[in-house]
Each structure stands twice: as structure tokens, then as C-alpha cells.
């Protein structure tokens, strides 16, 4: 069976992740990636956790307590520089776009700083790397996100990146999808 698009989305940053790695969580949300990450990285390994919503950082710190190697960060993952050591290697980057569940559907991912930091992570990204994206289209920003997303990933360098798109395409009301960049040399 295919798998469905969230555990595609862990198995994809699973495949490259070891123990000791630095990862991002770039939508904390609930925090259940956040606890993936920090269980697949292991305790000396570092999540960097970011969310713009205070309400989705305390849920995230209550799912995850009993794990140390999480630095969660209020602030938007277009600011991940502000935080993550300069020369640190990233290994893998999750995003979930759209708002967070059970939350406030006026609070959204934008196209601009959702680009500003994937540009920021393929930077750091070591070659293998992967950046996952969970894209929520079902909300009127959502669609521009996701439009303004595929315009910009489609022109990337196939000599620096593979970019997939994991999407059931006979699913009802703007199933979300997935996209994967894998970084496959440095610039």
C-alpha cells in the first residue's frame, strides 16, 4: 500500500536522518514532528523548533517534555538564522503548511517567508539532505502558497537539487500533498 502523505513525509526525512544530526522543525504546530525529530536524532542530536504562535510552542513543549535536544523558537522560520549557529550542518528540515489545527485559520505559512527559509536550509543542507513540506491547500492562501511554491522549486538546479512531489491526485477537497527536496551537491 502507499503510504499516506504524514507518514511519507517521516519516512522521507527518516532515510536520511542519523543519530547526532541538527534538524528543523520549521511549523511546530502540535509538535508531533518536533517529537519525531527529536526522537530520530537522538539525545545528541538538536531540533531547532519554530513557530509563530505561542499557543502551538506550549502544546509543542507538552507533547515533547521528556525530551532535552529540542530548542523551540518563537518567531517565524524566515528568522532561523537569528538562532542556528552559522556553520551549522542541517540534515533535515519539516514544514506542514497552512494554520495550525484547532487554531486560529486566519494565521497562515506565506509564500514569503515559507521561500526565505527553505533558501536559508538548502544552504546549510549537507549533500543528501532532505526538506520535507506537507502543503495544506485547502484555504485561499493556501492555494497561493502552494502556486507561488511550484513556480519557484520547479526552476531549481537539477545539478543541486531533486525536487518530488508525493500527491494522490483522485482524493476530494484539496487533498495536501507532499514535496521533497534532496540536495545532491553544493553549489
Known amino acids: 500500500m502507499f ?22 522543525d520549521a511549523t511546530c504546530g502540535n509538535g508531533h514532528d518536533t517529537k519525531f525529530l527529536a526522537e530520530a536524532v537522538g539525545p545528541d542530536g538538536a531540533v531547532f523548533s519554530f513557530d509563530i504562535q505561542a499557543q502551538a510552542i ?9 525530551h532535552n535536544n529540542i530548542e523551540f523558537i518563537l518567531d517565524s522560520h524566515a528568522n532561523l538564522g537569528r538562532y542556528i549557529p552559522k556553520g551549522t550542518p542541517i540534515r533535515s528540515a519539516m514544514f506542514n503548511l497552512g494554520y495550525l489545527p484547532k487554531g486560529d485559520k486566519e494565521i497562515t505559512t506565506v509564500y ?20 520535507i513540506i506537507v502543503v495544506y491547500h485547502g484555504h485561499p492562501s493556501g492555494k497561493i502558497e502552494r502556486d507561488k511554491l511550484l513556480a519557484s522549486l520547479s526552476d531549481w538546479s537539477q545539478k543541486e537539487a531533486q525536487v518530488l512531489k508525493y500527491q494522490f491526485i483522485n482524493q476530494n477537497n484539496d487533498a495536501p500533498f507532499l514535496l521533497c ?7
Open 181 to 187: 527536496v534532496e540536495k545532491i551537491s553544493m553549489p
Open 112 to 131: 514569503e517567508s515559507t521561500f526565505t527559509a527553505l533558501n536559508e536550509i538548502f544552504n546549510r543542507l549537507t549533500v543528501g539532505g532532505r526538506i
Open 3 to 24: 503510504r499516506r502523505i504524514l507518514p511519507q513525509a517521516k519516512h522521507l526525512s527518516e532515510e536520511v536522518i542519523q543519530p547526532g544530526d541538527t534538524v528543523i
Open 58 to 66: 506550549e502544546t509543542a513543549k507538552d507533547l515533547c517534555h521528556s
